[in-house]
């Protein structure tokens, strides 16, 4: 039996780890920066808070203590305030330097292909860091034992790899990311997970680094039609996306923080992400799945195809309806004769400054709403307000102004596409946040 501590355990891969893990014998601590969630999604196993982006090596002592094993999966997609030198690097060193001290026997770190010497992008050179200082700490493992796990795309549900392709995959035409042939060798999660199980009980000692890839190379577009396929969608020809709306996908993606889109990950896409899986196939007695295979043995269910086919909407959708609220309030504010939207509040019993007021204050809401929408500041309670200003307006104008819902442009009653269109926002805003 061992005590284990995995780090980033409400991450994609430490879900799937820990879901492994429960029930079994050994005893496991989940470590996260948001503990409250991580004990709704694991209930019944220690929490415990900590922050790889501020902790140092002392906040980790009293936490090591009687622990046998520690997993670091925390990792980011997108370099925000420098939080790739302060998570992947910093933290990471902190973290190994007090498991050394603490006595922990055992390290597993979750790194990535291409976090070597040819390593172009800041991700990977912020994991080589930490790579390196963890196996300059104890070569040999005497004292420590310590894996370095790299992998290339992990492919399963809830990663960002295969939701960014899955939704290439799903639209009516696929969509080409690049020219096609980028070559990658993803690996789906099952074999990341089995690997760790495997170092995880293994008796002798061990001192190295391991490339995680599946058996084969593959091209960009040869990942996206397998996803197609186990989506169940029908074979269609590709529409190649522009590299001047790639690399905008790319500015967006860092901007917002919506989907797995980033600069460093096109930079790492065009370097390539392919390696020698001959010491993985030694350790595991066995090559990684084919990814046909292992994604069969998981079916995508119509949850999977909904997913795939509204995550490319969140931005579109949320910046839209910003536009529409921006626009109301700029209209609003003059651009509208003023003589007529008084005339509107007139049969309400609005006038004089009574008017100027509430025309006012309405405009300058929608402004201030539609702006906080814009900048993604927490969109879900925006829309909340949103929806209420809406039913307040609409209550209002079929009191005192009954024949606006016969308008032959449907101003009025457009109000119920918006407030739908609001909806779907907040839940996926809700599920992105």
């Not at 170092?199 to 197609?228: C, I, S």
Request: aromatic share 6%; proline share 6%; hydrophobic share 50%.
């Amino acid at each position: 039996m061992m005590r284990i501590l995995i780090i980033g355990a409400g991450g994609f891969v430490g879900r799937h780890l820990l879901a492994r893990l429960i029930g079994g014998d050994d005893t496991v601590v989940a470590a996260g920066r948001n503990p409250d969630r991580l004990r709704r999604l694991f209930p019944d196993i220690p929490v415990l808070a900590c922050d790889m982006a501020r902790d140092n090596t002392a906040d980790w002592h009293p936490r090591l203590a009687g622990i046998d094993t520690v997993i670091n999966l925390a990792g980011l997609i997108r370099d925000v305030n420098g939080g790739f030198d302060a998570v992947h690097e910093q933290g990471a060193k902190a973290l190994f330097d007090a498991c050394l001290a603490a006595g922990v026997r055992r390290v597993i770190q979750l790194s990535a292909l291409g976090a070597d010497e040819t390593g172009i992008s800041r991700y990977h050179q912020s994991k080589k860091a930490a790579d390196d200082h963890l196996a300059a700490l104890d070569p040999a493992g005497h004292r420590m034992d310590w894996a370095i796990l790299r992998p290339s795309l992990i492919i399963g549900r809830g990663g960002a790899s295969t939701e960014m392709f899955a939704a290439l995959a799903a639209t009516p035409l696929p969509l080409r990311l690049g020219p096609g042939n980028w070559r990658v060798q993803p690996i789906h999660v099952d074999d990341v997970i089995e690997m760790i199980l495997d170092l995880l009980h293994r008796a002798e000692p061990f001192a190295r680094r391991l490339n995680l890839v599946g058996p084969a190379p593959m091209t960009t577009d040869e990942v996206t039609l397998t996803l197609r396929r186990w989506l169940g969608l029908r074979p269609a020809r590709f529409i190649a996306l522009p590299a001047a709306l790639l690399k905008l996908g790319a500015v967006l993606g860092d901007r917002f923080g919506l989907g797995p889109a980033s600069r460093d990950s096109l930079i790492m896409l065009k370097a390539g992400n392919v390696g020698d899986d001959g010491p993985m196939r030694e350790v595991l007695d066995r090559p990684a799945h084919a990814l046909p295979l292992a994604l069969a043995r998981h079916p995508a269910m119509a949850a999977d195809r909904w997913r795939a086919r509204l995550l490319p909407l969140a931005l579109p959708l949320r910046l839209l309806l910003a536009a529409i609220w921006i626009w109301t309030g700029i209209v609003s504010l003059g651009l509208y004769p003023v003589a007529d939207s008084y005339a509107l509040l007139a049969p309400l019993g609005l006038t004089g400054l009574s008017a100027g007021m509430a025309l006012y204050t309405g405009a300058v809401l929608d402004l201030a709403l539609g702006l906080a929408l814009l900048c993604r500041w927490r969109p879900v309670v925006v829309g909340a307000m949103q929806l209420a200003l809406m039913a307040g307006y609409t209550i209002l104008i079929s009191l005192y102004l009954p024949d606006l819902w016969l308008h032959p442009f449907g101003a009025i009653t457009k109000n119920l596409a918006v407030a739908g269109a609001t909806l779907a926002m907040m839940a996926m805003e809700a599920e992105n946040g």
